[in-house]
């Protein structure tokens, strides 16, 4: 029992603490900042970890003893903010305060090298957007979301622009797109109220199902839907993505690139199922088979994007643009495989992605940019790196037992149980083209040339260069390690994840609905 | 019969994924890495060959590992099938090890602590997929084994490697992540379980074009046991060293493809289903066709390894044919080939690449009157040769004499016709190598007369697996007793 180690008042206040430490030490940090920088990394890590601890012990309670509500300053919902826990969003605060602790580790060495002489303001707008994601997460208030939504996006911004040069004009693009999409979501939000009076997301899931048929709703859901598929960057409105995430410094890379997306995804699943419901989504508006359509465009082209890009961080955003067709179009297949892999596959592709990034964080690092050219021998400079890098690619590939084996196999169920055969083909287009795309790396990797290059001579296999191996610094490798090895224990025990906590997530009676 | 549930499967398949940990840190002492090699492969077949007696009295071994969806667990199951298939690799991995010595410390290779390491892994996989239980473990270890055996294939790395790497992939993953994974689905979805059975799961589930359609899928899916249009990544694959060539793409891997299809056809569609629903001329007339067109692709071939290549594709279609009659007797002849094919085809394959250390020849046209040179190798060519033909006194006749009876059993005569064809095509294109290599005029000889044989090690090797494809011929009964109570009878 883990929260028996914590006093009961630590287990009862835990839902809070979850995003009251970091907003906290955001203030500390750069008070701490000033004085000097070395405290800086030690505090952000600590409360990255105090965060971790306090979502944890949230996870299992919900785990024993059911959905968790908590009333901030103990105003009663709907008239205060009530924060809600379930099966759905205890994981994701898990997910997001681990990979930031991860990074948070991670980014000791090559922050130093890349934004040298902003550290103390890197650390406290890190913490800021962690605050953000996590309050985006636990509350149960609509408006509420749109406030740190706006919390995490203004961070992001900073995060990424942080690093200068081309940096600006992506983080640019990135704030245009960003403050349409969340635009779109208060409008929506606003709707909402106009015809509800209220703001808990609980409160209007009770009041609209009579109104289901009024054509205010409708609009509400398609501006909060569109709101959301703008901040995860759904195919066409994608653009802002690949840049911001290539020329972001590698710490906000590998921290904003698995979680901002996969937020938004389970923003998505929670105004679906819980303001509105999967009745409304899929009996009501009767669309579910031209998404999962659109979705299937969005795997399809991210996968060809991604296929021409040379550069190793634009081709990782552009597998994210795939990935999160997989992940829209497993909802909305509207049924249960579907949703399952959908859900399963926000935990395992925020893992993957931050395996990818990570590692490929850890090659740059050493080459100092980020072209193909950089791959050359690096399976003996690096083999450590290379090793979790291989994990990463077998599990974006899908190979078990990786994780993303697994979501794999339950979103192709879904896609077959649902008749959607072009979703399916989809699926297995976009895990060939994974192949394609890492099997490239990986040659170029092993056979120490690029194929277009013709300079030099071919080196004889029995003459080969020596090449010593040059490691990134531990406190790279070490969470990189850690995040791969993950990867293979969250495909082991996908029955659990999915038993104790994903089939919660499925609405009630949806095996009549759709079908 | 008897199931006890035994952490054996699982020491068996993972010593050699152990092994590669101390081979990979003994870089620098290569005597000490081969030690490590050759006590995992004895370890390793030591191991198989004690679990024969509990399985030979009619019983299983169990093992669930990961239960890692509803209902799907990662899970091994050690039955006679499987046994015999295990005591094929195994045993054949300790001969290829010694072989492998002689062959890379012959020609200096690089990266062998690689190359070792590699191969154990390999090894793993091949074990583990004869071990599983149902058809999530075996397409893990299916997949596991095309990736591992990569760095091998591509050993070289040079040009050539490198595109003969890439075909290798591209056809094995693309058809298992095209085919297999969706098939595997589809059947999960309609039938609820993905665990080998002895009827088959599909009985009374499915009928019809969707069985078509799946049965298909797999036949093609498997690449690995090379069924045309899907066999050209076996010649590309032949740019990796010999041994490789040797253990994995004439028996490990390839044989993993037939070994998945064979499973399919028994235990996941069923004999009997098969035959109701007239599928099995499907496989019967695919597997054939193939037979055939390799066999003549592989009589225009200069290139040995190209030769054996060719040969080998038409010889695993032998045992997907001969299991597809669907018949006792044909199935029992497939299985059996399953061993009786391997140790004669690595025999020839030690042979292409004891003259290629030898003499650096590559090519059939180039190897006139070397049985004067090279006695014993040429000598042992032959004999592999008469094992892969279906002559006495070789293993081959036995296994080929039931595979012919399957296909009078099921009534089939055209299949009789594909047999002697090609057994007739394999003669054609196998005895003139041996023939020109002894009987020569001394102006046509290339060589000259003076005995100058590969290293030892890779000389005792080739002789033996040449000696036990013959005592095969007389002692076959310790795989015909695990195959004919893989059948049932």
């Known amino acids: 029992m883990f929260f028996e180690l914590f006093p009961a008042s630590v287990v009862e206040q835990a839902p809070v603490l979850v995003v009251a430490i970091p907003l906290l030490s955001a203030l500390v940090i750069s008070i701490v900042g000033v004085v000097n920088q070395k405290y800086v990394l030690p505090l952000t890590i600590l409360s990255m970890a105090g965060s971790l601890i306090a979502s944890l012990i949230t996870l299992q309670r919900v785990i024993e003893h059911g959905p968790i509500s908590y009333h901030l300053g103990s105003w009663i919902p709907p008239i205060g903010i009530e924060y809600f826990v379930d099966h759905l969003n205890a994981p994701v605060l898990v997910l997001i305060a681990a990979v930031s602790f991860l990074t948070a580790i991670y980014s000791k060495d090559v922050i130093r090298s890349e934004v040298p002489d902003k550290i103390p303001s890197y650390y406290v707008i890190y913490t800021l957007l962690v605050t953000g994601l996590l309050g985006i997460t636990i509350t149960g208030d609509a408006f509420n979301l749109y406030v740190l939504l706006e919390v995490a996006a203004l961070a992001a911004y900073g995060l990424i622009a942080l690093r200068g040069g081309r940096a600006y004009m992506a983080t640019f693009n990135y704030i245009i797109m960003g403050t349409i999409g969340a635009g779109f979501y208060l409008l929506g939000v606003g709707y909402l109220f106009i015809k509800t009076g209220s703001l808990n997301m609980l409160d209007i899931g009770q009041i609209l199902p009579a109104i289901y048929s009024g054509n205010a709703v409708l609009v509400a859901f398609i501006l909060v839907m569109l709101g959301m598929w703008i901040k995860m960057a759904f195919f066409p409105l994608h653009g802002w993505l690949p840049n911001a995430y290539t020329y972001a410094p590698t710490a906000t890379s590998c921290l904003v690139a698995p979680l901002m997306t996969k937020v938004s995804v389970y923003v998505m699943i929670r105004i679906m199922f819980t303001i509105f419901s999967a009745d409304f989504a899929f009996n009501v508006l009767k669309w579910h088979n031209i998404i999962v359509w659109w979705a299937v465009i969005a795997i399809v082209s991210g996968s060809l994007f991604a296929l021409a890009q040379r550069n190793l961080k634009k081709m990782l955003s552009y597998i994210i643009v795939s990935e999160i067709g997989y992940m829209v179009g497993g909802i909305w297949l509207a049924n249960r495989d579907g949703i399952t892999g959908a859900t399963y596959h926000i935990f395992s592709d925020a893992m993957m992605t931050l395996c990818l990034f990570m590692a490929v964080g850890c090659i740059c690092y050493k080459a100092k940019d980020c072209s193909f050219e950089n791959m050359r021998w690096v399976f003996r400079r690096m083999p450590v790196t290379m090793a979790a890098f291989i994990v990463g690619a077998f599990s974006m590939i899908g190979i078990p037992p990786t994780c993303g084996f697994f979501s794999k196999w339950f979103l192709l169920s879904g896609a077959i149980k649902a008749d959607h055969w072009g979703f399916a083909l989809a699926l297995i287009f976009s895990s060939l083209i994974n192949a394609v795309l890492f099997f490239r790396l990986f040659e170029i990797g092993y056979f120490g040339k690029l194929r277009e290059s013709k300079e030099g001579q071919e080196p004889s296999h029995h003459h080969q260069p020596k090449i010593s191996v040059k490691e990134a610094p531990l406190s790279m490798v070490v969470p990189l390690v850690v995040v791969a090895m993950s990867l293979i224990f969250l495909g082991l025990y996908t029955n659990e994840i999915v038993t104790n906590l994903i089939d919660f997530v499925i609405p009630k009676g949806l095996m009549d609905v759709g079908s | ?489």
């Open chain 2, 1 to 489: 019969m008897q199931s006890t549930v035994s952490v054996m499967p699982l020491i068996v398949v993972l010593i050699s994924a152990l092994a590669a940990i101390p081979i990979s840190m003994s870089g620098r002492y290569p005597n000490l890495r081969e030690f490590w090699t050759l006590l995992a492969a004895s370890a390793k077949f030591l191991l198989v060959a004690s679990m024969v007696p509990w399985i030979l009295a009619g019983n299983t071994y169990e093992l669930t590992l990961f239960q890692v969806l509803p209902g799907l667990a990662i899970a091994f199951k050690v039955d006679a099938f499987g046994i015999l298939f295990a005591l094929v690799a195994s045993s054949l991995w300790i001969v290829t090890s010694a072989y492998s010595i002689g062959y890379m410390r012959g020609l200096k290779e690089h990266a062998q602590t690689r190359y070792f390491c590699f191969f154990a892994l390999s090894l793993s996989a091949t074990l583990g997929v004869a071990f599983a239980s149902n058809l999530l473990t075996l397409y893990i270890f299916y997949e596991f084994l095309s990736l591992s055996t990569y760095p091998l294939v591509t050993h070289h790395q040079d040009e050539e490697a490198r595109s003969g790497g890439r075909k290798y992939l591209t056809f094995l993953l693309g058809t298992s992540i095209g085919f297999v994974l969706p098939a595997m689905l589809i059947t999960y979805a309609m039938t609820g379980t993905l665990s080998f059975s002895g009827e088959g799961i599909f009985a009374d589930k499915a009928a019809g074009f969707p069985l078509w359609i799946l049965l298909l899928m797999f036949l093609f899916g498997f690449a690995k046991a090379g069924i045309m249009p899907f066999h050209s990544w076996l010649p590309a694959a032949m740019v990796a060293p010999t041994p490789v060539s040797a253990l994995l793409h004439a028996v490990a891997v390839v044989k993993v493809g037939v070994f998945c299809i064979v499973r399919i056809i028994t235990g996941v569609f069923g004999l009997d289903l098969l035959a109701a629903q007239n599928l099995n001329s499907i496989i019967v007339y695919i597997a054939g066709f193939t037979v055939i067109v390799a066999s003549l692709i592989a009589l225009s071939q200069d290139n040995l390894k190209r030769r054996l290549a060719f040969s080998t594709i038409g010889q695993l279609s032998y045992i997907v044919m001969a299991v597809g009659l669907t018949s006792g007797k044909g199935v029992i002849g497939g299985m059996v080939h399953i061993a009786m094919h391997a140790f004669g085809k690595i025999t020839l394959f030690f042979c292409a690449g004891a003259i290629f250390v030898a003499t650096g020849k590559k090519y059939v046209s180039e190897m006139v009157g070397i049985g004067k040179r090279m006695p014993i190798t040429m000598l042992a060519f032959f004999f592999g040769s008469l094992s892969v033909i279906g002559l006495p006194p070789g293993g081959g006749l036995i296994s080929k004499w039931y595979m012919v009876l399957g296909a009078l059993e099921a009534d089939k005569i055209p299949i009789l016709v594909f047999y002697l064809i090609s057994s007739l095509l394999n003669a054609a294109y196998f005895l003139p190598i041996a023939y020109k290599a002894f009987f020569c005029t001394p102006e046509e000889s290339m060589f000259e007369n003076k005995i100058d044989e590969a290293p030892l090690w890779c000389l005792v090797p080739l002789a033996v697996t040449a000696l036990c494809s013959i005592v095969l011929f007389f002692y076959p009964q310790p795989f015909f007793n695990l195959a004919k109570l893989a059948v049932g009878i």
